[in-house]
């Protein structure tokens, strides 16, 4: 027996919508985050409660949502960001979809609160978006997010242990402060501080924010990457092939200032990295590829982590040539870069588009090669060279590589056939 065909109920679409956009707490701080930062914000405070699965609020000095579109903004395909299809295909915006709200006012008791510069403060509840009560609120918005999937059980009991969320809404957190360094951030967990991230305007800073979040050793090993070439400019961090990792848990690449997981990307990364690296190890990098809006496709996943490049071949030759050639420009007398120098580090100055701060194309500047720890290594080649008796000349002359056609230096041995 067929059913009849029905129109769904509003809940229920933005359920299924949830599904897509809503995996756990740290879906929802990104959401948030990028609306704070399509806002305008300078500062945002992120506190949250076991992990974020009982408590999520972020708060944000952005421009604040006027009266009139609070109950609006809680509805589905509702946006300020785009208005037609060319705005679609040139969006700068991090959010558009206008779905992120309502979703996940749809699986949490949602409270939004607001208000405009010279305004006065108003709050919706998530399930009654049609009743406005006037609230005490500085410039600003604070979105408030309880009992995530408390009414989607089957969800709920797939969220993990409350470190594990937590670890998960950190990254997130780690993606836009890496994205943003205009920006002061602070997270706290269970009403304790965790990262308090400030603003950062000058190269020294924008290395503390690295460090931050990095570690110092990343970079100790970082090399600039600064590289313009038919619209396209590459600019960030590169680890240098010692500071190898077990896993590829220390890669950040943002294509105009948003944080994407790219194939592409990461193929061609690998192979500018497949010479001086061993096999199964995974290169470290927090790099930042600008292009015309127009020539890459963000429109390719609902939670807006992956991107389609209209010229996907000339991108990828472009990213790797750009760390390729980064990594055979290291000389062995380099050493290790120790903190407090910046020479060489680009500082990402920041610019207005459309009404949001945005980092400004890289321009091609003179870098002052980040040192690279292999005059140690060379003398320690050496000195095994000296202890294997079965070895001969030219091995014996670690002492003086020809830095032309050996870069980052050479084996000059083999053992048990791996190292």
Known sequence: MSSRIQQMPDQLINQIAAGEVVERPASVVKELLENSIDAGASRIDIDVEQGGIKRIRIRDNGGGIHRDDLALALSRHATSKIRNLD???????????????????????????????????WQVLGDNPGELKPAAHADG???????LFFNVPARRKFLKAEKTEFDHLDEVISR?????????????????????????????????????????EFVRHARAVD???????????IALPQFSRAQADMQYFFVNGRMVRDKLVAHAIRQAYQDVLYHGRHPAFVLYLQLDPA?????????KHEVRFRESRSVHD??????????????PQDQPHHGAETAGIPSFATTASHGVSRYAPPALSQQTPMP?????????????????????????????????????GYAIAQLHGVF
């Open 295 to 303: 020539l890459v496709d963000v429109n390719a996943h609902p939670a």
């Open 318 to 331: 472009f990213i790797f040539r750009a760390v390729h050639q980064t990594l055979a420009d290291v000389r």
């Open 141 to 147: 918005t604070t979105v408030e997010v309880r009992d």
């Open 87 to 121: 705005d679609l295909e040139r969006v700068m915006s991090l959010g558009f979809r206008g779905e992120a709200l309502p979703s996940i006012a749809s699986v949490s008791r949602m409270t939004l609160t607001s208000k405009q510069n010279d305004a006065e403060g």
């Open 227 to 237: 590289v313009v070439a038919g619209g396209l400019g590459l600019r960030g961090w």
């Open 372 to 408: 690279l720890q292999v005059a140690e290594q060379m003398m320690a080649y050496a000195s095994l060279a000296a202890g294997v008796q079965d070895l001969e000349p030219p091995f014996t002359a670690a002492d003086h590589p020809d830095q032309n056609l050996h870069p980052l």
């Open 176 to 216: 836009v402060a890496l994205s943003r360094f205009d920006l002061d951030i602070q997270l706290q967990h269970n009403g304790r501080v965790v990262r308090n991230l400030r603003a950062a305007h000058t190269a020294g800073e924008d290395l503390q924010r690295i460090a931050a979040i990095c570690g110092q």
